[in-house]
T-cell receptor, first 116, second 115 residues
Framework: KAGVTQTPRYLIKTRGQQVTLSCSPI?????VSWYQQTPGQGLQFLFE???????NKGNFPGRFSGRQFSNSRSEMNVSTLELGDSALYLC???????????????FGEGSRLTVL | AQSVTQLGSHVSVSEGALVLLRCNYS??????LFWYVQYPNQGLQLLLK??????LVKGINGFEAEFKKSETSFHLTKPSAHMSDAAEYFC?????????????FGAGTRLTVKP
């Protein structure tokens, strides 16, 4: 079974630009969560999608948005990039508890964003 | 609201010594608890999980953790450290609404193993 796939793995942007990151979950997983990881703030929850609906959202500004498609693939977008947005963005999929899962998250390898 | 506190951002042990990484949680409902490991430039990999079955949970790579409700703790241990155990370890809690995956992570503990 293929794991969680994130693209691109590395990217460099400049301040003010926008970026879109993509995540393909494990087949059969309908829940996709996004996290931002930085040395200073650690792992911070961005949002979670299930069946194309955002069910949960962390404490991030509106510049951070996401969506989920009918095939469970998800994208997140960051607009008007700031230097502080430089981070490793991790996507994780899971079999939702409501469908028999235990909430375990399966992570991709991440997309490392550098904002110059 | 649920949260996780990991005591010690850095832990250093000698190869062959006991590894003990501490985790305390707070949750308004019985939680699910997890330990993940992260190697450089990689995502997180599940080590073990507690989901209200046995309180002593065995995971991969010789790690285990014990859920102690009275102490709200879920410490991770390994009897004998190996050089390959050097990584960052995250404790996580998930609970709350049955329909939400709202996993929250601790700040992480970086484990160094000295030869």
């Amino acid at each position: 079974k293929a794991g969680v796939t994130q693209t691109p793995r590395y990217l460099i942007k400049t301040r003010g630009q926008q970026v879109t990151l993509s995540c393909s979950p494990i087949s059969g997983h309908r829940s996709v969560s996004w996290y931002q990881q930085t040395p200073g703030q650690g792992l911070q929850f961005l949002f979670e999608y299930f069946s194309e609906t955002q069910r949960n959202k962390g404490n991030f500004p509106g510049r951070f948005s996401g969506r989920q498609f009918s095939n469970s693939r998800s994208e997140m977008n960051v607009s008007t990039l700031e230097l502080g947005d430089s981070a490793l963005y991790l996507c994780a999929s899971s079999l939702a508890r409501s469908t028999g899962g235990t909430g375990e998250l399966f992570f991709g390898e991440g997309s490392r964003l550098t904002v110059l | 609201a649920q949260s996780v506190t990991q005591l010690g951002s850095h832990v250093s042990v000698s190869e062959g010594a006991l590894v003990l990484l501490r985790c305390n949680y707070s949750s308004s409902v019985p939680p699910y608890l997890f330990w993940y490991v992260q190697y450089p430039n990689q995502g997180l990999q599940l080590l073990l999980k507690y989901t209200s079955a046995a309180t002593l949970v065995k995971g991969i790579n010789g790690f285990e953790a014990e859920f102690k409700k009275s102490e709200t703790s879920f410490h991770l241990t390994k009897p004998s450290a190996h050089m390959s155990d050097a990584a960052e370890y995250f404790c996580a809690v998930s609970g709350g609404s049955y329909n939400n995956n709202d996993m929250r992570f601790g700040a992480g503990t970086r484990l160094t193993v000295k030869p």
